[in-house]
């Protein structure tokens, strides 16, 4: 898992700002809807809807944005009826790739995934043969300069599991349903918060130790990260920190 964070963190700060800001807020506002949809408007009443809610408030929506797709999703605005599954399969050297979807066109969408795992060098599984490796979990991330004793007291009060220092970061994880009271007790602890949101965490890694290897990994990572659809793309691959380094630079 760590090779896989230090890569979105190196990618994003390589991105184009603008058109990655610009992806990013129609993935939060998507999601939103969906959660609105699934679970109705209350913030108080449906626990996944305040995860996608602060979620985008911590990514700088505008309020009126996600007011408008919280309506969107009860049915007080119109709205488009967007889809929510998953892809499961494989990139090279083995290594597993969990990817989320929301669409209006499944058939399209479907198709487009399985020709961007194809022409990378990956493949399609069937499902639940991948979904096992992972788990859904709360993850917090947390300055690194914050106190490792005070971070630990406030997190582990309020249900965290596990606080893992990721080099630049705390990576403090928890249950989902968690995840909410641990943000809002390091939050009453005066700890600034970085990122919070619920995930897919490998359960198992698989080392890539080759350029070559990891290149291939991290371009199918990418092709499906970029996909529209796409909400999110989790996979378990372990890439040493200086190849990781030696790829971000060619980026």
């Keep these: 898992m760590s090779g896989h964070s230090k890569w979105a963190t190196i990618k994003h700060r390589k991105g184009a700002a603008d058109k990655r800001r610009g992806k990013l807020f129609a993935r939060l506002i998507r999601q939103v809807e969906v959660a609105a949809r699934a679970g109705g408007g209350d913030l108080d009443a449906n626990p996944t809807l305040r995860t996608m809610y602060q979620k985008a408030r911590d990514n700088s929506v505008p309020l009126e944005t996600i007011e408008r797709a919280i309506k969107r999703g009860t049915g007080e605005l119109e709205g488009v009826a967007y889809e929510l599954f998953n892809y499961e399969g494989y990139a090279p050297a083995g290594v597993a790739v969990y990817v989320e979807v929301l669409t209006d066109n499944r058939n399209r969408t479907s198709s487009e995934i399985r020709a961007l795992f194809k022409i990378n060098g990956g493949s399609l599984a069937e499902p639940g043969s991948v979904a096992w490796q992972f788990r859904r979990s709360g993850l917090i991330s947390v300055a690194r300069s914050v106190d490792e004793e005070e971070l630990m007291l406030a997190a582990l009060d309020a249900g965290a599991e596990d606080i893992v220092d990721e080099g630049e970061v705390w990576r403090v994880t928890c249950g989902p349903s968690d995840l909410p009271d ?70």
């Design 182 to 251: 641990v943000r809002g007790a390091l939050e009453a602890a005066g700890i600034g918060i970085e990122a919070a949101e619920t995930t897919m965490l490998p359960t198992q890694v698989v080392p890539v130790a080759s350029t070559e290897a990891a290149r291939a990994v991290l371009r199918l990572v990418g092709e499906l990260d970029d996909h529209d659809d796409v909400q999110d793309v989790h996979s378990n691959f372990d890439i040493p920190d200086e190849i990781l380094q030696a790829l971000a630079a060619s980026v």
